[in-house]
Nanobody, 128 residues
């Protein structure tokens, strides 16, 4: 059974940094992708960044390019989201999700489809 566990959220001042982690278990190969998604109060969920565990292909939504970096450690089945220069508008619950790479990237980039596996979410609050 696949499980995803997020960690690393918290309260940070504008301009600060945080690193989120998503640890996956239950996959029998590296042919899957993991994405980070966020949802702020009153807003729709959006795809923030995604990565293929087998190929390393990545995607970033425009608002985080140059500030966020997604990376992976296949030995630990873990994906990281390093966030720098955080802004109040980055405040949201951040979720990681996993699925077949074709399904996940389509959902991440276009918001089309559904993803099979989701973590419980971690709160990121950017405030002074």
């Amino acid at each position: 059974q696949v499980q995803l566990v997020e960690s690393g959220g918290g309260l940070v001042q504008p301009g600060g940094s945080l690193r989120l982690s998503c640890s996956a278990s239950g996959f029998t190969s590296d042919y899957y992708a993991i994405g980070w998604f966020r949802q702020a109060p009153g807003k729709e969920r959006e795809g923030v960044s995604c990565i293929s565990m087998s190929e390393g292909s990545t995607y970033y939504t425009d608002s985080v390019k140059g500030r966020f970096t997604i990376s992976k450690d296949n030995a630990k089945n873990t994906v990281y989201l390093q966030m720098h220069s955080l802004k109040p508008e980055d405040t949201a619950v951040y979720y990681c999700a996993a699925d077949d790479p074709r399904v996940l990237f389509k959902f991440c980039i276009l918001g089309i489809g559904q993803l099979t596996y989701w973590g419980q979410g971690t709160q990121v609050t950017v405030s002074s």
